[in-house]
């Protein structure tokens, strides 16, 4: 522990140890830093750029950037809230959400830093993509590609906790996907509805079969409290 | 001097926008005070005969009489706002914008599971309103100034909303007033 070190978020002083990225050290230390594509327990990919912030006055992706030694981070500006509005708009408009059938809505963590960030609109066009095919195959779980914002986070939890690497990107752009391994259909692969994978999807893309809208309006996860809440709490408990 | 006027209208979406209007329950006398309803299904007033200061868009663009409601909304209305999901971007009835129209039509008039339809027509009677071959957010056809997302907007979002507008103070939902469900 000798070799713990401090720098700075938003002028707050954070201590890390080596080895830590910007966000956990901020995280431990109480403060939120906006993550999409990360969850905690994965190997961060830097993928969604959510979590975004100025080091030194840099842009850096705080999930995969190692903290250092009297690094000056901004987290809560203006330029960066705007960023980060900016590419959950662009998710939303991208895909098609349908949140008021959704069952992951209440529980959906693109849905939360909508509300997080308080936006009552998108502000780009729709996009209504006809090309998102949904795989219903499988016995006991489904893949709704409307709703799959690609963050790979099913395709790291699959490799990395299932050890199976069920699921992975295909194709490029506009046309790139989530795509199963098999020939074509989810119930030919050795997924398992008790796979991390499904746990850690943030939206509604990959869900299990038969339990959907089983808690009520009112008792969902943020239907109160903002996204990250439960991370500032720490910062106000001590 | 007279009090200020509402229009409200109902396009593509199911009037439960309407209902949560209502459902502010007695605070609709709060609201008579403030406001009178103009053009609007509420009061069955069917066309403009006064500017009116706020005009609440439910549901989104579907067919060619919904864009000359929402032309004559924004013509005759300080203020518009979408209200509820199909207003915003344009929800349930958006659903159809991954099927190109014709194969919509078919399958509600031809080929569908139930359908009985021995002369093989699509009703296509002057009368009907066009349908567009897609279904838009309203803020893609007229300037939009203010939305109220929710599937429908809860009663306590479309008050608060409607207070701050009509006392001239600057729309902030809070939290738990942003929902999209």
Redesign the interface.
């Given at each position: 522990m000798s070799d713990t070190f401090t720098f700075t978020v938003d002028g707050v002083e954070v201590a890390a140890e080596p080895g830590q990225t910007i966000l956990e050290a901020a995280q431990n230390a109480g403060i939120y830093i906006p993550r999409l594509c990360h969850r905690d327990g994965l190997e961060p990919a830097g993928a969604c750029r959510v979590c975004t912030v100025m080091v030194d006055g840099r842009p850096q992706t705080a999930c995969n950037f190692p903290a250092s030694e009297g690094v000056v981070v901004d987290n809560e500006t203006d330029q960066l809230l705007e960023l980060r509005r900016d590419i959950i708009d662009m998710l939303f408009v991208e895909g098609n959400h349908w949140c008021m059938f959704c069952e992951k809505s209440g529980d959906c963590e693109l849905q939360a830093l909508a509300y997080r960030f308080g936006i009552a609109a998108p502000s780009f066009p729709f996009q209504f993509p006809a090309d998102r095919q949904a795989d219903l195959s499988h016995p006991d779980i489904w893949i709704d590609r409307d709703r799959c914002i690609l963050c790979g986070r099913c395709v790291r939890a699959s490799r990395d906790l299932d050890g199976k690497h069920v699921f992975d990107f295909v194709d490029r752009g506009p046309a790139k996907r989530i795509a199963v391994n098999a020939e074509a259909r989810l119930r030919d692969t050795d997924a398992d509805v008790t796979d991390e994978a499904l746990e850690v999807c943030p939206v509604g893309a990959l869900m299990k079969k038969g339990t959907g809208f089983d808690v009520p309006v009112g008792r969902r996860t943020y239907d109160w409290e903002p996204i990250g809440s439960e991370i500032e709490k720490r910062q106000t408990q001590e | 001097m007279s009090k200020p006027k509402i229009a409200t209208t109902s396009m593509c979406g199911c009037f439960g926008c309407h209902m949560s209007i209502l459902d502010i329950d007695e605070r609709i006398l709060d609201l008579i005070e403030l406001v009178d309803f103009h053009k609007s299904p509420v009061d069955d007033i069917k066309e403009f005969t006064d500017r009116c200061a706020v005009g609440l868009i439910e549901g989104g663009v579907s067919n060619d009489e919904n864009v000359h409601v929402l032309q004559s909304f924004r013509e005759n209305c300080d203020m518009l706002i979408?209200v509820g999901?199909c207003a915003?971007?344009?929800?349930?009835p958006?659903?159809r914008?991954?099927?190109p129209l014709r194969e919509c039509l078919d399958e509600a008039y031809l080929h569908g599971p139930t359908v009985h339809n021995p002369d093989g027509l699509i009703p296509n009677d002057p009368e009907i309103p066009l349908l567009l071959d897609?279904v838009y957010?309203c803020?893609?056809v007229v300037k939009i100034d203010?939305?109220?997302?929710g599937?429908p907007p809860s009663a306590d979002t479309i008050w608060t909303a409607l207070v701050a507008v009509l006392n001239g103070e600057p729309l902030?939902?809070p939290?738990?007033l942003?929902?999209?469900?």
């Open positions: - | 979408a999901g915003i971007n344009g929800d349930i958006s659903m914008n991954k099927v897609r957010p803020n893609e203010a939305f109220l997302p599937c902030e939902l939290y738990e942003i929902k999209y469900d």
